[in-house]
């Protein structure tokens, strides 16, 4: 049994019981978790608004013997105003938490990954950028936190540098990067102006973007980076830390 105070986002909720809900988080300390909110659907609860998805929380969390976690106190740092006052930037900060949802096993995580989370969010908020290029430079960083980097900056086989001055590129999905137009190697051709603009995604350069000049570029580099996230989801899962004691936790507790 221990007391323990926790910084974090909320992922998602569901009812359970009459009155209460299990939060899934995202802590800066232990990864993502879950923790049941006792009573906070009562009207008068005055915890509710501050548990809302999306928001990023300080929460102190009572956990028994077990490991059950109960949330006792809740204190929002940031509720993400200007994010949930506009739709689209509410769908792209929903489908952030989801990939980092389907990324990790309860109790898996790390402190880099939920400042990644939280710098896109900070950023999202703000809203200097436009939305598409941070939710793709969130992806990129993840996927390289979690150990599969893309390579979107040389060719994968011969390290030569991307240049506009390539004839033609592709993306191999088992390299995780790019090929030049000298190696003889498969992959998925992409346009050069998609492969640059990858690129600039990945060091956070996001000048001169216009949506009427990149556009389509930004749809084909989406449709890669979503490609190789779903080419490496098993790998990510599989090789996840935890995942193999999960597994055997849960076959001890007979569910
Ligand atoms: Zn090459």
Known sequence: MRHYVVEAVVLKNINYGDS????T?????????????RGIRKLQSRRAGSMDTLNHIKAKIYEDSRG???????EAVNTFKDIKADLSRVFRALYILDILNKFHEVDDGSEVIFNNLINTLNMLEVHRHPSEL??????????????????????????KKLSSEW?????????GGLICDTCE???????IQTALLLSRIEQKEFGNYSQDLYGKSMVQADAVIRNYMTYVSDEVLRYSKTYNILQGRILNEDL
Not at 25 to 37: D, F, H, S
Not at 135 to 154: P, T
Not at 185 to 191: A, K, L, N, R, V
Request: with cysteine; glycine share 4%.
């Open 25 to 37: 988080l995202y802590t800066r300390q232990n990864g993502k978790i879950t923790a049941v909110a």
């Open 134 to 159: 941070l939710v793709a430079h969130f992806e990129i960083i993840l996927l390289k936190l979690l150990g599969f980097q893309m390579n979107v900056s040389k060719c994968s086989i011969c390290e």
């Open 185 to 191: 190697e498969t992959g998925f051709f992409m346009d």
């Open 20 to 23: 209460n809900k299990i939060y």
């Open 167 to 175: 004839d033609n590129v592709k993306f191999n999905y088992s390299l």
């Open 68 to 74: 059950y976690k109960t949330i006792q106190e809740v």
